[in-house]
Structures are given as structure tokens and as C-alpha cells.
């Protein structure tokens, strides 16, 4: 499985950006999607999912209410929409895919069996 994400760059504090993330996954319907972040110094963290087989969505606490993740099964596409940016936002983030995971695993790591390179998102203040 390959994962291409892009739409990263530098946006002013309060803004928005689109991050896109391609999979070879199949069949990608099955697979939950999921973004995660590490920002310069920190640990890579949960961002948001997409739980596979038309399940739910997750977010982290920190991004709930101004991110959006969505996903076109059609066209093997899960994407971000970031509004609202603030400088803490700041992170390389990173796509993941995993297979019919339970939602309990879904913010954890270890439960994705495949990532994609990272995309730089900047915010400056």
C-alpha cells in the first residue's frame, strides 16, 4: 500500500489549507484512514480518522470543531480540511492507512500498518 499526501504550506494564523493523501489501498473502503502530526521537537500525535466500512469519524480534542475529514471511496482519496489555523498547528503531517481496525485503536500508531511520506503545514502568527 502507497500513500502520497500533499496540500501542505504556509498559511497565516486563522486561515485554512486542504490536505489530500492518495492510497493504493484495496479495497480502500475497508481501510481507516488516518492523519497524524508531529510538530518540531514533539512526538507524533493523533490528528483524525476515517474508520473504514462507512463507520465514523474521530478527532483529536486539540483540532475537534475546525478540522473536517472526509473520504472519497471512489477515487481512493481521504482528505483534511484544516480552518481556523493556528500557530500550534504547526507539524509535518503524516496519512496512514490500516486495516479493519477497531475504533479503540484508531488514535494509536501501532495500529496502522501503513504511512505516507508527510506533508509540511506552517502557521505563522
Known amino acids: 500500500v502507497q500513500l502520497q499526501a500533499s496540500g501542505g504550506g504556509l498559511v497565516q494564523a486563522g486561515g485554512s489549507l486542504r490536505l489530500s493523501c492518495a492510497a493504493s489501498?484495496?479495497?480502500?473502503?475497508?481501510?481507516?484512514m488516518g492523519w497524524f502530526r508531529q510538530a518540531p521537537g514533539k512526538e507524533r500525535e493523533f490528528v483524525a480518522a476515517s474508520k473504514g466500512n462507512g463507520g465514523s469519524t474521530h478527532y483529536a480534542d486539540s483540532v475537534k470543531g475546525r478540522f473536517i475529514i472526509s473520504r472519497d471511496n471512489a477515487k481512493n482519496t481521504v482528505s483534511l480540511q484544516l480552518n481556523n489555523l493556528r500557530s500550534e498547528d504547526t507539524a509535518v503531517y503524516y496519512c496512514a492507512a490500516g486495516n479493519r481496525l477497531i475504533s479503540s485503536s484508531i488514535p494509536y500508531e501501532s495500529a496502522y500498518d501503513h504511512w505516507g511520506q508527510g506533508t509540511l503545514v506552517t502557521v505563522s502568527s
Open positions: 489501498a484495496r479495497p480502500f473502503r475497508t481501510y481507516t
